[in-house]
């Protein structure tokens, strides 16, 4: 079974623009998480998605968002980039009544 | 809100010895899941193990295993006869229950495990 893959694994942009991650989940896995991960603030949530739905989002900025199409494949989106949105973004999916999450590898963004 | 403390930032371990990387946690609920991720250089996140707070029975996956106390809301991570690729980052994580709002996972700041030949 394939595990979690997000795509674009890593990406340079300058501050200003925009920038798309996308992550396919577990076949199955309804719930999509993502998490932003940095080296000061560590493991933060950003939000979770179910049947297309936002479930939950963290304490970001409206310039992080998402969505989640009917086939379960999410999108984060974050616009007019700043240098501290640097970071790992890690997506999860989950089948929500076991509870465990299973992590992509990552896309690591670079904010010039 | 939920909190989880990883008091270690760093631990290193004698291979083919035992370690125990220490969490605890805040919560007001009585149900939730517990897990215990490595994230190696490679960056993916792995689950190495899990516990759901309502088993009293602490968890085992081979050579990792936990040590459980809710009362405490203590949650450590036993690595016995550590091999070399154990080597990684480990964060502790708290997740509610499925049936309350707020479902993602809260990590710790993690503990970097060093193993020595």
């Known amino acids: 079974k394939a595990g979690v893959t997000q795509t674009p694994r890593y990406l340079i942009k300058t501050r200003g623009q925009q920038v798309t991650l996308s992550c396919s989940p577990i076949s199955g896995h309804r719930s999509v998480s993502w998490y932003q991960q940095t080296p000061g603030q560590g493991l933060q949530f950003l939000f979770e998605?179910?049947?297309?739905?936002?479930?939950n989002k963290g304490n970001f900025p409206g310039r992080f968002s998402g969505r989640q199409f009917s086939n379960s494949r999410s999108e984060m989106n974050v616009s007019t980039l700043e240098l501290g949105d640097s970071a790992l973004y890690l997506c999860?999916?989950?089948?929500?009544?076991?509870?465990?999450?299973?992590f992509g590898e990552g896309s690591r963004l670079t904010v010039l | 809100a939920q909190t989880v403390t990883q008091s270690q930032p760093e631990m290193s371990v004698q291979e083919a010895e035992t370690v125990t990387l220490s969490c605890t946690y805040d919560?007001?609920?009585?149900?939730?899941?517990l897990f215990w991720y490595k994230q190696p250089p490679s960056r993916q996140m792995i689950l190495v193990i899990r516990?759901?707070?309502?088993?009293?029975q602490n968890a085992t996956e081979n050579r990792f295993s936990v040590n459980f106390q809710k009362a405490a809301k203590s949650f450590s991570l036993k690595i016995s006869d550590s091999q070399l690729g154990d080597a990684a980052m480990y964060f502790c994580?708290?997740?509610?229950?499925?049936?309350?709002?707020?479902?993602?996972?809260?990590f710790g700041s993690g503990t970097q495990l060093t193993v020595l030949p």
């Open positions: 999860a999916s989950s089948w929500v009544a076991t509870g465990e999450l299973f």
């Open positions: 516990q759901e707070a309502y088993k009293q």
């Open positions: 919560t007001s609920e009585s149900d939730y899941y």
């Open positions: 994580a708290y997740r509610p229950p499925y049936s309350g709002s707020a479902r993602q996972l809260t």
């Open positions: 998605y179910f049947s297309e739905t936002q479930r």
